[in-house]
């Protein structure tokens, strides 16, 4: 599917934009899933201020979706209407503030947070070392692991509403829960100050490669996969009750329930977007025969099916 292309349009009417915009960008090379269809029009900032500049003076009825590494993201295979933003060199700062901060822009990977604070002797945001995403992506999933979550370390992010306007929004202003944040829609973050504590370099570099070994034998985490499916429901865990309903090795097309971890699910080379899909819904119809308990998704879905049309409920 290919949508019609907007950029001409657009670029009229926004002659100070230093960013670059692509119409009918295929996601599929972007999500760690690697499926997807096209984002209508890929718009990748120069900088905060030419982000604002690009939301003041979009027409308000231009949908418009934000994007990080895509380590979290089911992407439809009809693709994404309207504007997907994805935040790339112009965001990619990390700098060491006194008293054990750290400031690092949204397209920073999370990895590379934890490797900047350890060479800063910052302890505390070793746990970013597991997490295959952005700093964007973990101010907006409340990103977590290994018994630390980001509303714990996070100080303050700045942010652009679908307005234009900047902001900085403190960490109670978030409104954290469980992989939850509740700004406003359309809310998109461009920096993060992050709050550490004092910690000895090669102690912190042994915690994250402990980490990393973790990851390496526990999750498949070299295949094309999204990460938790479905968040833990409280009190339970969601791959125990997925193994109770006997889904592990489950299979819909290309997509499989991992054996190694069966909360995450996996393309197998040749899965669309609608075979994920379509498994993870089969689970959770599984799990709640055999439990009782609906799980809730924790990747995020975008887009249209491969025939241009939003699932029931959505739009
Ligand atoms: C192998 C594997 C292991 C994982 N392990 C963990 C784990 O231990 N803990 C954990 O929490 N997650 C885990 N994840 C999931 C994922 O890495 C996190 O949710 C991550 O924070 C998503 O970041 P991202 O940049 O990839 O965001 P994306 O997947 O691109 O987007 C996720 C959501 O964030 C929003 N978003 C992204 N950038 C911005 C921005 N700048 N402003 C506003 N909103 C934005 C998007 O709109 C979307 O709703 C794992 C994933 C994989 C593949």
Redesign the pocket.
Known sequence: MTFADLSTELIEKLPDLKGRLTANTLLSDIT?FRVGGPAQLLFRPADEADLAYFLKNLPEDVPV?????????LVRDGGIAGIVIR?GRGFGEITIEEGNRLRAG?AVP?VKVSRAAADAGIAGLAFYR?????I??????N???HGRETCEVLVEAR?VDRAGNIHILSVDEMNYSY?HCGVPAG????QALFQGEAGERTRILAQMEEIAEY?EQA???KSC????TFKNPPGYSAWKLIDAAGCRGLAVGGARVSEKHCN?LINEGQATGADLEKLGETVRARVKDTSGIVLEWEI?RLGVAANGKYPKGES
């Not at 597991?130 to 952005?134: A, C, F, L, Q, S």
């Not at 964007?136 to 999933?141: D, E, K, Q, T, V």
């Not at 996969?225 to 938790?228: A, E, F, K, Y």
């Open positions: 760690w979706t934000v994007i990080g590494l895509g380590s979290n993201l935040l949204a999370d597991g997490i295959p995403g952005g964007g992506g973990a101010l907006a999933m990103g977590g692991a942010a992989r809310t998109i973050f461009t990851r999750q498949p985490i996969t999204g990460g938790s995450f995020r």
